[in-house]
């Protein structure tokens, strides 16, 4: 009935508006949308406006190009979508994602179980070195276990610092701070990191007097993350996550040396290659150049 409605004319031949019809025959304009959308050949439906400057076969041979040029695994398609514009090819990301998706580029994703959200506050600060986030994860040599210590900026996303050891030791674990001191704030020695708050959970490591004796030499304020909590260490988190996808599930290791040698290899490139989507998809160093250029500005 609604396909007749669609076509009806009247005796005389003459064509009457959809409304007309609908309203005569009592029957929903929506119905008549509705079937003629189930019978359109959507495989000769072009796209509105304008033709994009490169076809779809072309952005894709793009993207792919993208993908395996780049230093890191695993990328999104809005870090494609990123790169691609540093390349001077602009588009939707929607269409990136499509693209990916069609051509088998995109990262598998399983959802998990539903999680309760347990923390809502702000764990990202304003400016770099306002806080510091610390943690620690291990990697199997063949040497043995080895300990990472790393520490993270919570504004830029730059790795401050990182370390392996063979004996995870609170005094290894200052390790990446003291290679984050030095680097940011020029010196080491009493109160050179005033105003800088650290970020850690409840490790025997950071919760042992003589890390936290550091931490007060230094003029750094502690900042536990609340028990059970990891989303208030999620910065540090984080990037031990991308840590592993991006070196250590993809490489062994003959030696503990090796490691940390990797591991200092792997700040570089991180800090220099790895794109933030926080601060308009750029790397964390150059987050920090801009954001202290601009608070320069500003004093």
């Excluded at 090819?89 to 994602?97: A, G, L």
């Excluded at 390790?175 to 800088?196: T, V």
Aim: aromatic share 8%.
């Amino acid at each position: 009935m609604v396909e007749e409605v669609s076509r009806k004319t009247s005796i005389t031949g003459k064509s009457f508006p959809i409304a007309t019809i609908c309203k005569v025959w009592n029957v929903p304009r929506s119905s008549v949308y509705a079937a003629r959308k189930e019978r359109a050949d959507f495989s000769e439906v072009r796209r509105r406006g304008p033709p994009p400057a490169l076809p779809d076969d072309e952005l894709t041979v793009q993207i792919r190009s993208v993908v395996t040029g780049s230093e890191f695994h695993g990328e999104g398609y809005r870090k494609v979508w990123a790169r691609l514009r540093y390349r001077g090819i602009f588009t939707s990301k929607d269409r990136v994602r499509k693209l990916m998706r069609q051509a088998g580029l995109s990262a598998p994703h399983f959802k998990g179980p539903a999680r309760r959200k347990v923390h809502d506050g702000r764990i990202t600060t304003d400016r770099p070195d306002e806080m510091w986030g610390t943690d620690a994860t291990s990697c199997l040599t063949r040497e043995g276990q080895a300990t990472i210590f790393l520490a993270v900026d919570h504004c830029t996303s730059e790795c401050i610092g990182i370390h392996a050891a063979r004996h995870g030791t609170r005094f290894e674990a200052l390790e990446p701070l003291r290679q984050g001191i030095r680097e940011h704030f020029g010196i080491y020695e009493k109160n050179a990191a005033l105003g800088l708050s650290l970020r850690h959970d409840h490790g025997s490591q950071y919760t042992s007097h003589d890390f936290q004796s550091e931490l007060k030499f230094l003029g750094i304020q502690t900042s536990p993350s609340f028990v059970a909590e990891p989303e208030c260490n999620g910065v540090s988190e984080r990037f031990v996550r991308t840590l592993k996808e991006q070196l250590l599930w993809l490489k062994t290791f003959e030696t503990i040396e090796e490691l940390r040698l990797a591991l200092i290899d792997f700040k570089h490139r991180y800090n220099h290659g790895w794109l933030v989507q926080k601060h308009g998809h750029i790397t964390p160093r150059q987050a920090r150049e801009r954001l202290t250029t601009t608070a320069a500005q500003a004093a």
